[in-house]
């Protein structure tokens, strides 16, 4: 009972913080003049703190250092709770719009999932349109991570929280021997890319707002846009190679770009094996994607084809989810190809979804080790990756997330094939949700969005992007019976 009124405490904490948030789009109702939406941001900011307040003066004593337990119940709470309080200004400012579809929209952003239910973007109030990418930026690193930071000096340890939230099998690797400023240098880097993202948009002929907003959902790999018809709208290529370039840094772990900055070389990258995997098989894909619309006539010209492919691929695979073209219409191979991709191309530690690229290559090291003991049964074989030895518990652990991985995966997907939805959008979707890249295929693919789903099917998909941000071990764990025994 003790530990459990801590989660509460350090839930209202993360209440009032979250309450911040609410500042950024006060200020552009301020901007455009918008006293409605002013008024609606204030009462969303009131409400949201008032709760969180409430929570922490019934706890107050109660704080405390959480245990590896509470520290997963104190995530999946966050990321179940904070999405409920993000919708108030969306009920509040967006006539007929019903609490289903608020919820999915707000789970989508902090998921850094960009997948959609509202049209007419492109004529929403400003205040919306950045409190929607906003909640992609702050999803993106993890809002966990920045929580640890501030949570020790209010008397919550948050290496618990910075283990369960942190995307990737290496949880216990830190830059910095005190987690806080492991966070700290984490989001000091974040903050600084996105604000280079925002420069160079600018330049590249977005306007402020444009800028802000997609810069936001670049570096949290959200994919969410201020237009329907996403990055098509702007149809520039100028656009799309700075928002490609910087995807690609989103994609790799920021631990890695930290330690090139303190290090003032480049040659961090190099060493990282992930980052080389990630960007060599995406950027690689790229030019194959780009030969084979070529080869089968869907782009005349071959620049044009790589222009395309490039954007759209590099897109998808980081999770992003941004759409220059209809890639729906593509030859079926290649938008298969490009989700398949995003199941496995993100660098752990980055804003990207998936399994992560460590994962795949634990999972290629450990079947050639198969192989040579099948051949060599006495042999000694230690798996290494970039000249590092992995424990063969980590083996274990990436083994099992592997089978929970694709068992949630057909789990989901056989749910809404019962709900009535064809195989294509089921699968699609699945695989959209769970690895948080938004856009699927059929009633679900870039040309489209989820606002046709039925109340059920939307919730099914807002628990696969739950599932896929805490990466399934996070969540699922809540529902064994050994979690809630002593």
């Given at each position: 009972?003790?530990?459990?009124?801590?989660?509460?405490?350090?839930?209202?904490?993360?209440?009032?913080?979250?309450?911040?948030?609410?500042?950024?789009?006060?200020?552009?109702?301020?901007?455009?003049?918008?006293?409605?939406?002013?008024?609606?941001?204030?009462?969303?900011?009131?409400?949201?703190?008032?709760?969180?307040?409430?929570?922490?003066?019934?706890?107050?004593?109660?704080?405390?250092?959480?245990?590896?337990?509470?520290?997963?119940?104190?995530?999946?709470?966050?990321?179940?709770?904070?999405?409920?309080?993000?919708?108030?200004?969306?009920?509040?400012?967006?006539?007929?719009?019903?609490?289903?579809?608020?919820?999915?929209?707000?789970?989508?952003?902090?998921?850094?999932?960009?997948?959609?239910?509202?049209?007419?973007?492109?004529?929403?109030?400003?205040?919306?349109?950045?409190?929607?990418?906003?909640?992609?930026?702050?999803?993106?690193?993890?809002?966990?991570?920045?929580?640890?930071?501030?949570?020790?000096?209010?008397?919550?340890?948050?290496?618990?929280?910075?283990?369960?939230?942190?995307?990737?099998?290496?949880?216990?690797?830190?830059?910095?021997?005190?987690?806080?400023?492991?966070?700290?240098?984490?989001?000091?880097?974040?903050?600084?890319?996105?604000?280079?993202?925002?420069?160079?948009?600018?330049?590249?002929?977005?306007?402020?707002?444009?800028?802000?907003?997609?810069?936001?959902?670049?570096?949290?790999?959200?994919?969410?846009?201020?237009?329907?018809?996403?990055?098509?709208?702007?149809?520039?290529?100028?656009?799309?190679?700075?928002?490609?370039?910087?995807?690609?840094?989103?994609?790799?772990?920021?631990?890695?770009?930290?330690?090139?900055?303190?290090?003032?070389?480049?040659?961090?990258?190099?060493?990282?094996?992930?980052?080389?995997?990630?960007?060599?098989?995406?950027?690689?894909?790229?030019?194959?994607?780009?030969?084979?619309?070529?080869?089968?006539?869907?782009?005349?010209?071959?620049?044009?084809?790589?222009?395309?492919?490039?954007?759209?691929?590099?897109?998808?695979?980081?999770?992003?989810?941004?759409?220059?073209?209809?890639?729906?219409?593509?030859?079926?191979?290649?938008?298969?190809?490009?989700?398949?991709?995003?199941?496995?191309?993100?660098?752990?530690?980055?804003?990207g979804g998936g399994i992560k690229m460590i994962r795949t290559l634990v999972l290629v090291k450990q079947a050639g080790r198969e192989f040579l003991k099948l051949l060599h049964p006495a042999?000694?074989?230690?798996?290494?990756?970039?000249?590092?030895?992995?424990?063969?518990?980590?083996?274990?652990?990436?083994?099992?997330?592997?089978?929970?991985?694709?068992?949630?995966?057909?789990?989901?997907?056989?749910?809404?094939?019962?709900?009535?939805?064809?195989?294509?959008?089921?699968?699609?979707?699945?695989?959209?949700?769970?690895?948080?890249?938004?856009?699927?295929?059929?009633?679900?693919?870039?040309?489209?969005?989820?606002?046709d789903l039925s109340d059920f099917q939307t919730w099914i998909c807002a628990f696969g992007m739950l599932v896929g941000r805490l990466e399934i071990f996070t969540v699922l764990i809540l529902?064994?019976?050994?979690?809630?025994?002593?």
């Open positions: 009972m003790q530990r459990t009124l801590t989660v509460v405490h350090a839930l209202g904490l993360l209440l009032v913080m979250f309450s911040a948030a609410y500042v950024m789009p006060v200020a552009t109702a301020l901007i455009y003049a918008d006293s409605t939406l002013l008024l609606d941001f204030l009462l969303a900011m009131v409400w949201t703190a008032s709760a969180g307040v409430l929570m922490w003066m019934l706890t107050r004593r109660h704080k405390g250092e959480l245990s590896i337990r509470h520290g997963y119940l104190l995530v999946v709470t966050m990321w179940t709770a904070m999405p409920l309080f993000a919708t108030i200004p969306l009920l509040l400012a967006i006539p007929g719009l019903s609490f289903t579809d608020a919820y999915f929209e707000s789970m989508s952003g902090m998921t850094t999932t960009g997948a959609t239910v509202l049209t007419g973007l492109d004529t929403m109030p400003p205040a919306i349109n950045l409190w929607r990418h906003e909640l992609n930026w702050l999803g993106g690193l993890g809002i966990i991570v920045l929580a640890v930071a501030v949570l020790p000096l209010l008397g919550i340890g948050g290496r618990q929280l910075f283990k369960a939230e942190t995307p990737g099998p290496m949880k216990e690797s830190a830059l910095t021997p005190r987690i806080a400023e492991t966070a700290r240098n984490l989001w000091v880097v974040y903050v600084a890319i996105t604000l280079a993202c925002i420069g160079a948009l600018k330049w590249a002929g977005m306007d402020w707002l444009d800028a802000v907003c997609h810069s936001f959902s670049a570096m949290g790999l959200g994919g969410f846009s201020t237009h329907d018809a996403s990055i098509g709208y702007f149809n520039s290529p100028l656009i799309e190679f700075v928002l490609t370039v910087f995807m690609l840094f989103a994609v790799i772990n920021f631990a890695t770009h930290f330690l090139a900055w303190r290090g003032k070389s480049l040659s961090v990258y190099l060493r990282d094996a992930e980052a080389v995997a990630s960007l060599g098989l995406i950027l690689l894909s790229c030019l194959g994607i780009a030969f084979f619309l070529w080869w089968n006539e869907v782009y005349p010209v071959f620049w044009t084809a790589l222009r395309h492919a490039t954007f759209n691929v590099v897109s998808i695979a980081t999770s992003s989810g941004y759409a220059s073209v209809d890639y729906g219409q593509w030859p079926i191979f290649a938008p298969l190809w490009m989700m398949f991709l995003a199941c496995i191309a993100a660098s752990s530690g980055s804003s042999a000694i074989n230690p798996m290494k990756i970039g000249g590092h030895v992995v424990p063969n518990n980590i083996v274990f652990a990436v083994l099992g997330f592997i089978f929970l991985y694709f068992m949630t995966i057909a789990t989901l997907t056989f749910v809404l094939l019962i709900s009535g939805m064809d195989f294509i959008t089921a699968f699609s979707a699945v695989l959209a949700c769970v690895n948080n890249f938004g856009p699927g295929l059929g009633a679900v693919g870039p040309n489209s969005n989820y606002a529902f064994t019976p050994h979690f809630w025994r002593r």
